[in-house]
């Protein structure tokens, strides 16, 4: 019986290899190909490949798009981006999959990806992949979103998915509804960069904040009974806010979960308060292993070990780097030791989930890691797993 249905499996997946088809897109339609990206859409089916041409001198294909099929658009040119000047709008369907890679969008604030509602009776995924976007809107109920080496000019919006090695404004974990349909997954920001901070305001999942260089981390929002973290990230803010750098508001929240504050690298020019992380609300915070070049002053009820405050550290916003007394200063229990074995460094390039694994120096010629799992310990009667996912540019 088994072999049958691996057989049975096989077979399903190779007549759906077979039967997706590839579709060009190139200026003016040379050599039969399609002149505009909407008529490639419209002629597609599901399943199938839509590579477009990057047209000379940079210009534009200039159209409006509604992806309403489960579609996969890439560059014909390696390491070159095709420009689509307008907004991107996918239609959402149970089990449709749309996956957009080296897209630029231009510098342009009105043109958007945005999913234009609620999928009814499963779950519609949008995977973005080493694009130059402007904004990003996947806070429709049942949407999934996998975004990674991304540039976004503004603000990513999305209620459940997985954001690695993105440059943004902002991240939000955002849902306008619950979701009716669940995903297994948590709700993940991983080696990203923002100038506005990142914040988890849906309580239908777990979040994962790690390795992040973001200049604030908020949480409005918390799944029940759920084990959240705030890990190894760098928070570093040299103007003056109202709010505390680690904030956590469940004031108006009637769920309550657990949130763990670890190896994070924290500096910021005290304004309206000096306080380092604050917890409001009825959240389970344990802090721990944290630096601050501040003076270490926290608000709210929360359990505390082993964190420091006037930490000699140098942070550069612009080349994303801590250094000094973050060292060597995470926790130094095994299971969060850094790449070279060392004990875990505070900040966002401490861990196994380190800021490298997502930025390599590689000056953009070669294909990039968008996710990686790699265990927190080993011991020699174990296992080892590792997953890993990348994708080519």
């Not at 000047?85 to 604030?109: C, D, E, K, M, Y």
Request: aromatic share 10%; glycine share 8%.
């Amino acid at each position: 019986m088994k072999k049958k249905l691996l057989f049975i499996t096989l077979t399903s997946l190779f007549t759906s290899l077979v039967s997706a088809a590839d579709l060009y897109v190139r200026n003016l339609g040379a050599g039969g190909a399609y002149s505009s990206v909407s008529a490639a859409i419209t002629a597609a089916a599901n399943g199938d490949r839509i590579i477009i041409q990057p047209k000379t001198s940079g210009a534009a294909y200039v159209e409006n798009l509604t992806i309403n099929k489960s579609l996969t658009f890439v560059s014909e040119t390696i390491y070159n981006k095709y420009f689509i000047q307008g907004t991107i709008t996918i239609t959402p369907a149970v089990g449709r999959v749309v996956t957009i890679s080296n897209l630029s969008s231009g510098n342009f604030t009105i043109y958007g990806v945005s999913v234009s509602g609620a999928t009814t009776g499963g779950r519609t995924t949008v995977n973005l992949l080493n694009s130059f976007l402007n904004s990003v809107d996947t806070t429709q109920p049942n949407t999934t979103l996998n975004m990674s080496g991304c540039i976004v000019t503004g603000s990513v919006y999305f209620s459940h998915g997985r954001c690695t090695g993105n440059k943004a404004l902002l991240i939000n974990a955002y849902a306008v509804s619950p979701d009716t349909n669940l995903a297994t997954e948590a709700v993940e920001i991983i080696g990203n960069a923002t100038d506005s901070g990142i914040t988890n305001f849906q309580n239908d999942y777990p979040f994962k904040f790690s390795n992040n260089f973001v200049s604030s981390i908020n949480v409005y929002r918390i799944k029940t009974a759920s084990a959240n973290e705030i890990t190894n990230n760098t928070v570093y803010n040299p103007n003056a806010g109202d709010l505390a750098p680690i904030h956590i508001d469940l004031a108006n929240s009637i769920t309550t979960g657990n949130i763990t504050i670890m190896n994070n690298a924290v500096s910021f020019v005290v304004g309206q308060t000096n306080t380092c992380i604050y917890n409001g609300g009825n959240s389970t915070v344990a802090a721990t292993y944290n630096v601050f070049t501040n003076a270490f002053v926290t608000e709210g009820t929360m359990t505390q070990n082993n964190n420091s405050g006037a930490v000699n550290m140098n942070f550069n916003a612009a080349a994303y780097t801590v250094t000094g007394g973050n060292v060597n200063a995470g926790s130094p229990a095994v299971t969060y030791t850094d790449l070279d074995l060392t004990r875990n460094d505070a900040g966002h390039y401490g861990g196994s989930n380190s800021w490298a694994n997502y930025f390599p120096s590689d000056s953009g010629a070669m294909p990039q890691i968008n996710y990686l799992v790699t265990p927190r310990a080993i011991l020699n009667t174990s296992t080892l797993n590792v997953t890993g996912s990348g994708y080519s540019k």
